[in-house]
């Protein structure tokens, strides 16, 4: 099984959307995106491998601009259900 996802926020001001006030409050884009794979090795066995990484960027008008990123691998072992998920034949 592969999956992606990928996640974005804009906030802005002290309103919705492109306030007047952005200038004067600060803005941050937060952008967030993972992908994971997972194979299964025999019978219900299965290793999965993910790669997720997260950044900030902020402008705030008194405290300057500031970018932050976090990236985090993960290798985990995973017990699958049956293959039907239980379905009664």
Do not use: C, K
């Not at 306030?19 to 299964?40: K, M, Y």
């Not at 993960?74 to 239980?86: A, P």
Request: aromatic share 8%; proline share 3%.
């Amino acid at each position: 099984m592969l999956e992606a996802q990928a996640r974005q926020y804009w906030i802005v001001g002290l309103g919705a959307g492109a306030s007047p006030g952005a200038d004067q409050f600060g803005h941050e884009l937060i952008n967030r995106a993972n992908v994971g794979l997972t194979v299964r090795v025999w019978g219900p066995h299965a290793l999965s491998i993910g790669y997720l990484i997260s950044t900030r960027d902020a402008r705030i008008p008194a405290g300057g601009n500031r970018h932050q990123s976090v990236q985090t691998v993960t290798l985990s072992y995973d017990f699958l259900g049956h293959t039907r998920s239980g379905a009664v034949e």
